[in-house]
């Protein structure tokens, strides 16, 4: 995208950015960090020049290969869970996808660990995140399905795909006292779950809200 193309982006969506801020508002979001970077992050570079100008509306939008950019609003609620009670120290992102999720949380925490089974998704959100000079993220090509096990664990563990079954992997790598935010369901319709780990054996779930992800898969591409 040209400069120019960016600045012209930049002026016209100043009001919709504005206008999806206060829409997230009057759905419940209420942590200001949350509001603020959902204002200032830049959605559109995140998605085809083709649909720049839909960037800023509550809505997912695709970003090829069958997959999707996440809703603000989803992105909003989840970042905001994981966030609850305190800031966690190394989060773990399974879906990697465009990496708008990925800026949201490298703004609000130390260290994001994000991991994508699309290794060509994964190149273009490292070259879009490395643009936005973000420094604090690390990529992995690899079915998540698994985590990342050499960092684990993870005070904070946030899922933006769908399995049926929340994965074991991801349960074992969860600190205790961590929280994952994961959709868990079949294809049509899923719970957005909060899983709690209360100490090294028990977990507590508590369930967000109904939302539609596309699927967790298995192996790489
Ligand atoms: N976080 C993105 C949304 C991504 S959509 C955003 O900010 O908008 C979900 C992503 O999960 C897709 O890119 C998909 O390829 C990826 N995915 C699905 N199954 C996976 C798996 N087993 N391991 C890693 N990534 C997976």
């Not at 206060?22 to 085809?48: C, M, T, W, Y």
């Not at 997959?67 to 603000?72: G, L």
């Not at 490292?126 to 096990?149: C, E, I, Q």
């Not at 909060?194 to 967790?216: E, G, N």
Request: proline share 6%.
């Amino acid at each position: 995208m040209t400069v120019v193309g960016v600045r012209g982006i930049g002026m016209t969506s100043a009001r919709t950015r504005e206008r999806l801020v206060a829409r997230l508002k009057e759905q419940g979001i209420r942590n200001p960090a949350v509001l603020n970077l959902i204002r200032s992050a830049p959605r559109h570079l995140f998605v085809d020049e083709a649909l720049a100008s839909r960037a800023y509306e509550d809505t997912a939008l695709p970003i090829g290969l069958g997959q999707t950019i996440s809703q603000p609003f989803i992105v909003a609620r989840m970042t905001e869970a994981l966030l609850e009670d305190t800031v966690p120290e190394k989060v773990l992102e399974v879906g990697t996808g465009c990496g708008y999720q990925t800026l949201i949380l490298a703004k609000l925490v130390p260290q994001v660990f994000t991991v994508e089974r699309i290794g060509a998704l994964q190149q273009r959100a490292r070259k879009t995140l490395n643009t936005l000079k973000v420094r604090n993220v690390r990529f992995k090509h690899a079915d998540a399905n698994w985590g990342w096990p050499q960092h684990a664990p993870y005070d904070g563990i946030l899922v933006t795909a769908a399995p049926e079954a929340v994965p074991p992997a991801l349960m074992q790598q969860l600190a205790v006292g961590g929280r994952m935010v994961i959709p868990v369901g079949a294809t049509h319709g899923q719970d957005l779950l909060l899983v709690t780990r209360t100490d090294k054996q028990h977990y507590a779930h508590k369930l967000l809200d109904r939302v539609s992800f596309v699927p967790l898969l298995e192996g790489t591409e």
